[in-house]
């Protein structure tokens, strides 16, 4: 297979996803380890329930028992609660060490099973099993070079990339090798990995992707997690954020070693791990996710000054902020849309007129509430507009008198390099349009975006220092903390025209 031709494969797996999933930013994965406990593989499980809306196409779980020195791996599509239900973890997934990820596809069929993590292999060093939450930019490069060196891959994975790199490291240890394949890579990552004597931790530079710190057991057991929410689901007890660019490594002997092979960089978590990812009981740099969304719709309620009548949220992920308006505009809150949670996402739309009504599925007006009513709707953001443009066809059917949409994250503008499966920049609504054509495709009497330092204000910074931005808010600026170096790459070596366009596989 031709490097385009590579490419296009990678691209395909990126966008082959139904429509109705094209206009909501997806996150990429969570992943948890756990450290030196009877039943590692049963909490690593329990921890993957709490991460499942990181990732609900594919799960797997990696342990290793000292009872025959074994690596054992379970790898399923499908949500955690299916695939393990029914899996005795101490005969099928034995010993005190774990990692485990939950996945988010990009598409049906092609979520094979060697595209789902942790990947495992042997290497000079022994067994690693390693677990990747983001997405490299430069992984292309880094493949195509491991490629031309004889290096086989089995998936379509930058995870893999890692693991190659280890594989050929010349150093002697393996975190050795570990390091020297991150000084490699470019990107937004949060990584947990295992071996037969230690998991391993590790932060990209830039703190892009969320990696959390808890114990058990009086401080015995380590957990590694993507959010808080997944230690507070086993009990464990949050002890710390794993800074940005730190590897941590728990040994046998129970020592805990702290290595920080980078030069020290002022984090930048990403913006929409606030706005949209994750789950709204976590905690962040100190912060409740869930109080930070209320506190958008505050903000977003004193820059728009919209007087109405009702407030109402784009369930699910437009409640906290809705809330927030409400409480801060004294506008009654109200669920004027009724959301059915038995539309899945497996719904396969094979007609047009059942694409076009997929939205009216899942989402019904609550009329009373709305019928001859000024309504604010409010969401956590705006991507291609085109199920934003069927709520508001919802609430106008339902005869609201006006309709004022909210967003309460910024327009985002830029697509996202690190991690996120989202729409090109030139499919995103407001890089797009204008703020007067964005109202008018949508059909409402005005349309609203929280401002870049109104999120700033909601996440607890008087606002955004152009010198050093205190989080990663690349998609509504163009502030990329890490160039993407693969659009390049891909520029400089596509042979004809048509060959993809950024090229990145996420994971």
């Known amino acids: 297979m031709s490097r385009p031709e590579r490419w296009r494969e990678m691209d395909a797996y990126q966008r082959e996803r139904p429509f109705w999933e094209c206009d909501r930013p997806r996150e990429e994965c969570g992943v948890i380890a756990v450290f030196n406990h009877p039943e590692a593989s049963a909490l690593t499980a329990q921890g993957l329930q709490a991460l499942q809306h990181r990732g609900e196409e594919a799960c797997g779980i990696v342990s290793f028992s000292d009872e025959g020195h074994h690596f054992h791996q379970e790898r399923h599509k499908g949500l955690v609660g299916d695939a393990f239900k029914s899996i005795p973890f101490k005969e099928r997934l034995p010993g005190r060490m774990s990692i485990g990820h939950n996945r988010y596809s990009t598409s049906g069929e092609k979520t094979a099973t060697r595209n789902i993590q942790p990947i495992y292999a042997d290497i000079a060093t022994g067994g690693f099993a390693v677990a990747h939450n983001g997405n490299l930019s430069n992984a292309l490069s880094l493949r195509d070079s491991l490629v031309d060196q004889g290096a086989i891959f089995q998936s379509t994975m930058d995870t893999e990339v890692i693991m190659q790199l280890a594989a050929q490291s010349p150093r002697r240890t393996l975190i050795d090798r570990f390091v020297d394949a991150l ?9 947990v990995g295992l071996t037969e004597d230690y998991i391993i931790g590790a932060r990209d530079p830039v703190g892009l992707r969320p990696l959390v710190l808890g114990t058990l057991n009086g401080g015995e057991t380590k957990i590694l997690a993507s959010e808080t929410c997944a230690l507070d689901m086993v009990g464990a007890e949050f002890v710390r954020e794993i800074e940005a660019g730190e590897i941590v490594v728990f040994n046998r002997d129970g020592s805990e070693d702290r290595i920080f092979p980078f030069p020290r960089m002022t984090a930048r978590p990403c913006a929409f791990e606030y706005v949209y990812f994750s789950r709204p009981d976590s905690v962040i740099q100190g912060r409740s996710v869930y109080e930070v969304r209320v506190e958008m719709g505050r903000q977003l309620a004193l820059e728009s000054g919209i007087e109405a009548d009702v407030v109402v949220p784009v369930p699910d992920s437009g409640v906290p902020a809705a ?28 007609t047009q007129l059942q694409r076009e009504s997929f939205v009216s599925l899942k989402h019904a007006p609550n009329r009373p509430v709305l019928r001859g009513k000024r309504v604010v709707l409010v969401d956590d953001s705006i991507v291609r507009g085109t199920t934003s443009k069927k709520i508001v066809d919802i609430v106008r059917r339902a005869e609201a008198k006006e309709i004022h949409f909210c967003s309460a994250s910024p327009r985002i503008t830029h697509t996202d390099h690190y991690g996120i499966d989202m729409a090109d920049t030139k499919e995103l609504f407001a890089a797009r349009f ?11 009497d005005s349309l ?12 607890g910074h008087p606002s955004r220092d152009e010198t050093y931005p205190q989080i990663s808010d690349h998609c509504f600026t163009g502030d990329y903390p890490i160039e993407n170096l693969d659009e390049g790459y891909k520029l400089r070596n596509r042979s004809g025209k048509g060959d993809g366009d950024q090229g990145s596989f996420l994971d």
């Open 183 to 191: 000084k490699s890579i470019k990107g937004g990552y949060a990584l």
């Open 323 to 350: 809330i927030g308006f409400s409480e801060q505009s004294g506008t009654p809150y109200q669920l004027g849309i009724i959301r059915s949670h038995y539309v899945g996402r497996t719904f396969i739309a094979p």
């Open 434 to 444: 204008s703020q007067a054509e964005m109202r008018h495709r949508l059909g409402v």
């Open 448 to 459: 609203h975006f929280l401002s870049v330092d109104g999120l700033y204000r909601a996440i």
